[in-house]
């Protein structure tokens, strides 16, 4: 087992193949077709946003919403992809001059999703039309009584579909049974941004409504990459071009935030937003109110400094919060194919960290609990194919007050008063699904690559291969049989390594993010496999190789 405990799958053997053509045969590009399609990221490949069942109706309703100045209330969600979607369709309303509004909820006192005081709030603010992003599919209640108080709701969401959709005025997400749209796999983000599409040609001449949606493009791509997307397909495309947009400079906000972090702002990636802008834009909704979030994003660049003290406030809670969580599993007789730790001091903002946290370490489904007096809120986190979301929906679904999510991400609120039998239906239920002698957390590697092939040319090359993310991973290299030494303690608190991997005579730069708990198993005298991403590292104006370590493990294992 490796130095974090997974179990590494090679996915390339030939040996009769270098490695970028091994790269397209493991993404099944093995004609000329299909290798100029996933290269080519012209937005015509882009669907068409009518293909989407109810858009029509949709947009025909804030048409009308416009004209009659009608009052119209975004809701949406409190993460990167709720924030964006909001920041995309209330952009767009301003821009044509309707009478719009936002809500977003707080993660602590509302959590997730429409509740019945928000639909009386509007009623008595005179909203005639809610606009729900990246929430409202599974609102049957909700929107029911928004109904009966006069309001008409355009869904605009991405989450699974519940056995019975709401009767809303328009319902656009992707994954409808009944729908035919050819890309399930829209963020929230995406979803609303097929809105603006649609409704752009209608308010502004050709050119001006190419440009605007080429701009707000950059806005879609953090939800899409933040949500763990598959960057395939229209993905690829909107991604590609997304970042393109983020990287000219079309948001004020984005590149402030990216400057106050001594980021290259002309070159935004998939990483860039996955790593530096995503938890930036989340710290608001996980400690604050994501309104400073939004409110960046729609432009405001004084709004960098509030999310980059809360970013760092964020980091410092999590860590203790996951020492916290850590002694409570370690406290365990065994280990449970299903990992639930709780705390009253944990907020809600920081559960999904917790439970992604306590998944990596310990290869476990975890569920991050935040005790209330009556009740527990609670965020999931899954590995490989189990569907964390689906089980829970299945074995224990009328327990919850509410429950949602994705395969391996989901959340829900729980009386106080189920805990015990919640707990006693996973242990009964749990080993149906999982093999606990062998649950690992998979670690795929692209091939094993011979060291005389590193260079920068063939770093030039794999970033052909961008955007990375869901569906098109950055390739994760293996070395075989490498010595290290040398090693030091480097970041803030010395939490990384840094130290040359040798085989024979080459020697090559490496970076081991969050790999001192590991230093003292690492020895001169013994060989190693490394796991790595290979990047160029510049500084100064100096350039060199480097070897991102994604994992390690003794040679022979």
Known sequence: MSFLGKKWVIKNHRSDLGLIDKMLENRNLRTEDERFSFFNYSLKKLHDPFLLKDMEKGVSRLKEAIAKKEKIMIFGDYDVDGTSATALIYDFLKKVDANVHYTLPDRENDGYGLKDYFIRRFAEEGVKVIVTVDCGTANVNEIGLANELGMDTVVTDHHDCPAVLPEAYALINPKRPDGTYPNRELSGSAVAYKLVCAMAPFYFEEQEAEQYLYAQMGLAVLGLIADCMSLTGENRVLTNNGLKSL???????????????????????????????????????RLDTAEHALELLLGDTEKVETLSQLNSRRQQLVEGFVEQAIAQVEAMEELPCIIVVSSRDWNAGTLGLIAGRMMDRFSRPTIAMQEKDDEFVASCRSLNDFDITAYLRKEAGELFTNVGGHMLAGGFTLPRANKDELIQRMKGTARQYIDPENFYGLLELECIIDPLELSFDLSNKITKFEPFGMGNPEPTLLLKKARIDSIKRVGKEGQHLQFPVKLGDQKFAAIAFRFAQHLDKISPDKHYDVAFNLEINEWQGYRKLQLKVVDLKESGE
């Open 247 to 285: 990287s000219e400079g079309h948001h004020p906000g984005i590149k402030a935030l990216l400057e106050e972090a001594g980021m290259d702002t002309g070159k935004v990636t998939a990483i860039t937003v996955g790593y530096f802008i995503g938890p930036r834009i989340n710290a608001a909704g």
